[in-house]
C-alpha cells in the first residue's frame, strides 16, 4: 500500500477516535438538569415558613456572578451539595418568581446550566386570627380632637374652639365612636436643649383629657402634632432631631407607662419638609428615609420606659402621613411588634380639601375610593400588617346629601378592610366640624349616624 495513502488512513481514524471520545464525554458529563424545588412550581398557599430550595441532579457550584433574582431582585442563595438554598423572608399574600438564569450553577465536571429555569409560588394570606388586625378592628370608628391641645400656641383654644370637656367626650362616645384621637402640640411646652424638659402641668392636661376618653372605654391616640419647627426630615439635621425626639418621647412614654392597651401612641404626625416640592407628593428618597429613622427612636424611646409600654401598640406613619404609592413604599416599619401604620387621606380633593367640590356618589366615584383603601390592602393588611386612617373627612360646601354619602362609604370601606377610620373634626362647622363644642349638640348629626351606623353593617 502506497505509504501516502497509510497516514490518512491514520490520521482518519485519530479524528474518528477524539470525536468518538467527545461524543462519549457528552454523554457521560451532560449539563445539570433541573429535578424538583421547593415549594413547587406554580404552588399556592404556601407557608411563610418554607424553605426554599432548588434540587439538580448531581452536585453544583455557584457561578460568581449567578444573576438568579428573586422578584427581580439579586437573590441570596448559597450552594449545598446538589441543591440551591435560599436566604428569603417570606411575607403573606405575595406572589414571587425565581429566575436561575443559564449559566447558573455548574455541575462537577464543569459544565453549565443550558437552560433558564423558572419558579413561580404565592404565599398563604394571612391569619385571620392575626392579633395586631383584630385590635385595630376593635378600635371601630373614631373621632380627632381637632384644633385644639395641637394649637401652634401655648393656649389651647388659641385657634377659636373652647379648652376640651368631659362632656364633650361623653358625647363622642355617647354617639359611638369608640376611639378618640387627641392630637397634641409639645414644642410650646417644652424647655431648650439638652434635656427639652416637658412641662408638668402639660403633661397634666394632656393626661386630663385622655383620661375623658378613657374613662368611656374608649380607646385613645396621643401623638406629636404640630412640632414641624423642630421636626425637620433632612439628614443634616438628623442627629439633633433624633436626640430631641428620643427624650420627648420618653418622657410622654414615661407619664402614661401604667395605662393598658386603650391607650396609644402615634410617633409622628404628617412630618414633612415644609415648602419643599415633593411635601405633599411622599417626599425625597432622603425625607423618607429620615422619617424612618424617626420612628425607630421614638418606638425604642418609648419601649425602653417599661411597663405596659413594652408591648402598646404604637401607630407609625408614611412621610406626611402619605397614601402616595411613593411614601407607602418608602415606608420601613420599625424593629418591634405591635406596630399600626397611620395613614391620612382626604380623598377625592376637591370634596375633601377643595373649594369647589359639592357632588359625590357615582359608581366612579365608588370605585376610585376603593382602589385608595386597596392600596393599603395590598401593601400592608394582607401582609398582616395592620392600618389606621388618623384622618379623613369632607368639607362642608352646603352639600349635605353628598357629605353624608361620601361618609358613610368611606367609613363602611374603611370598616370592611380591618381599616379604623378617625374623622377630622376641627370645631368648625363651617369645615369638619360637626358637633357644637360649647352645647354638645350634633350639628351634622346625618354624618356622624352614617360614620357610626357603617359599623353596623
Known amino acids: 500500500m502506497n505509504i501516502k495513502y497509510i497516514w490518512l488512513l491514520i490520521v482518519f481514524m485519530q479524528l474518528f477516535s477524539a470525536l468518538a471520545c467527545t461524543k462519549n464525554a457528552e454523554e457521560k458529563n451532560p449539563a445539570p438538569e433541573f429535578k424538583l424545588s421547593i415549594p413547587e412550581n406554580d404552588a399556592t398557599n404556601v407557608s411563610l415558613s418554607t424553605k426554599i430550595e432548588v434540587t439538580f441532579n448531581g452536585v453544583i457550584s455557584l457561578a460568581s456572578n449567578h444573576g438568579i433574582t428573586i422578584n427581580n431582585a439579586p437573590a441570596v442563595v448559597k450552594a449545598s451539595s446538589s441543591s440551591l438554598v435560599f436566604e428569603s423572608a417570606l411575607i403573606y399574600n405575595t406572589s414571587y418568581k425565581i429566575i436561575i438564569p443559564k449559566g447558573a450553577v455548574f455541575n462537577s465536571f464543569g459544565v453549565p446550566l443550558t437552560e433558564e429555569i423558572q419558579i413561580v409560588f404565592k404565599t398563604k394570606e394571612a391569619p385571620l386570627t392575626n392579633e395586631s388586625l383584630e385590635f385595630v378592628k376593635n378600635m371601630g370608628v373614631g373621632w380627632n380632637l381637632g384644633n385644639t391641645l395641637d ?37 410650646y411646652h417644652m424647655g431648650a436643649a439638652p434635656d427639652y424638659t416637658i412641662e408638668a402641668s402639660w403633661l397634666d392636661r394632656v393626661e386630663e383629657v385622655a383620661n375623658y376618653g378613657l374613662d368611656n372605654d374608649m380607646y385613645v391616640i396621643l401623638n406629636i402634632h404640630h412640632d414641624e419647627e423642630w421636626l425637620i426630615p433632612t439628614y443634616a439635621e438628623a442627629d439633633r432631631v433624633k436626640n430631641q425626639l428620643g427624650k420627648v418621647w420618653m418622657q410622654i412614654a414615661e407619664r402614661f407607662k401604667e395605662y393598658d392597651n386603650h391607650l396609644i401612641f402615634e410617633t409622628l404626625n404628617e412630618t414633612r419638609l415644609k415648602d419643599s416640592p415633593e411635601e405633599w407628593t411622599g417626599g425625597t428618597a432622603e425625607g423618607r428615609d429620615c422619617i424612618n429613622q424617626y420612628h425607630q427612636v421614638a418606638v425604642d424611646a418609648i419601649r425602653t420606659t417599661g411597663s405596659n409600654n413594652t408591648n402598646r401598640y404604637i401607630m407609625v406613619s408614611t412621610y406626611a402621613a402619605s397614601v402616595a404609592q411613593v411614601a407607602i413604599d418608602g415606608l420601613k416599619l420599625p424593629t418591634a411588634e405591635n406596630i399600626i401604620v397611620s395613614i391620612h387621606n382626604y380623598y377625592p380633593y376637591e370634596l375633601c380639601l377643595g373649594k369647589n367640590g359639592k357632588d359625590w356618589g357615582t359608581d366612579v366615584d365608588k370605585q376610585s375610593l376603593d382602589a385608595e383603601f386597596d392600596k393599603l390592602v395590598n401593601k400592608f393588611i394582607s401582609k398582616g400588617i395592620p392600618v389606621v386612617m388618623g384622618e379623613w373627612g369632607n368639607l362642608n360646601h352646603d352639600n349635605p346629601e353628598d357629605r353624608v354619602r361620601h361618609a358613610g362609604y368611606y367609613a363602611e370601606g374603611c370598616l370592611k378592610r380591618g381599616i379604623c377610620p378617625i374623622w377630622w373634626d376641627n370645631g368648625n362647622s363651617k369645615e369638619f366640624g360637626i358637633i357644637n363644642r360649647y352645647n354638645f349638640q350634633w350639628v351634622f348629626p346625618e354624618i356622624a349616624d352614617a360614620i357610626v351606623n357603617a359599623s353596623k353593617q
Open 151 to 187: 394649637t401652634k400656641s401655648v393656649d389651647e383654644t388659641a385657634w377659636g374652639n373652647p379648652k376640651a370637656s368631659k362632656e364633650l367626650i361623653d358625647a363622642i362616645s355617647a354617639k359611638g365612636f369608640k376611639t378618640l384621637r387627641i392630637p397634641v402640640t409639645w414644642q
